[in-house]
């Protein structure tokens, strides 16, 4: 049964699905990451928020943000938290072998087979052309997940801010990511904290 923590987020949002058991967890991930090739950001958002409605985009925007940060492949990050919300440890631990086990297997498989034809123009070719599809997709899901941004505390005039700011030390500056977390996402941090205590304030001096 899910646990008290995972009923609270439905309640609020009653058309939302949720996992039926710690299988549907392990069977769910692992087709999602049977499906990630190259472009496994757009397969996660189109799965877990359109097809299976387990959350919603802005769920899915601050849970992919929060385990963009955290150590680790942000996709298993994500699938850890998501199981984890629902059947607590033992859901985490069944999300994350989905993400791991079949795909393991296979990419090993992929490595061995790989390591044979890799100096061929052929595999130099089929690698150029699946990046450029990865990339379309990622950029794809980024701007499709740009209208969640409208319901963001900081707004969506600062959101866009800091995502040309992050742009530009990582792609252009060349900003290692322990720069950019800090120097952008800290202050990000205490505009998003600094808002959402001034909106709660609000609330309780209409209430009263």
């Not at 959101?159 to 120097?183: D, K, Q």
Request: hydrophobic share 55%; proline share 5%.
């Amino acid at each position: 049964m899910p646990t008290e923590t995972s009923t609270a987020p439905q309640a609020s949002q009653p058309s939302l699905n949720q996992p039926r058991s710690r299988t549907d967890l392990f069977v769910s991930f692992t087709l999602l990451a049977l499906q990630g090739f190259g472009g496994v950001v757009a397969v996660v958002q189109r799965e877990l928020v359109e097809r299976k409605r387990w959350m919603t985009r802005e769920q899915f925007v601050e849970d992919w943000a929060v385990a963009h940060v955290m150590p680790g492949p942000s996709v298993v990050n994500l699938s850890m938290m998501i199981g984890g919300r629902y059947f607590g440890l033992g859901g985490a631990l069944a999300a994350m072998a989905g993400m791991l086990a079949i795909p393991l297997v296979i990419v090993l498989l992929l490595a061995a087979l790989y390591s044979g034809v890799a100096d061929t123009a052929v595999a130099q070719g089929a690698l150029r052309g699946m990046g450029a599809v990865a990339a379309g997709l990622v950029a794809a899901t980024g701007l499709k997940l740009t209208g969640a941004l409208a319901k963001n505390a900081m707004g969506l005039g600062i959101c866009i801010a800091l995502a040309v700011l992050t742009f530009v030390a990582i792609a252009v500056l060349r900003w290692p990511l322990a720069w950019v977390l800090p120097g952008i996402g800290v202050p990000a941090c205490l505009w998003a904290w600094t808002r959402l205590a001034a909106t709660d304030g609000n609330r309780a001096d209409k209430q009263t």
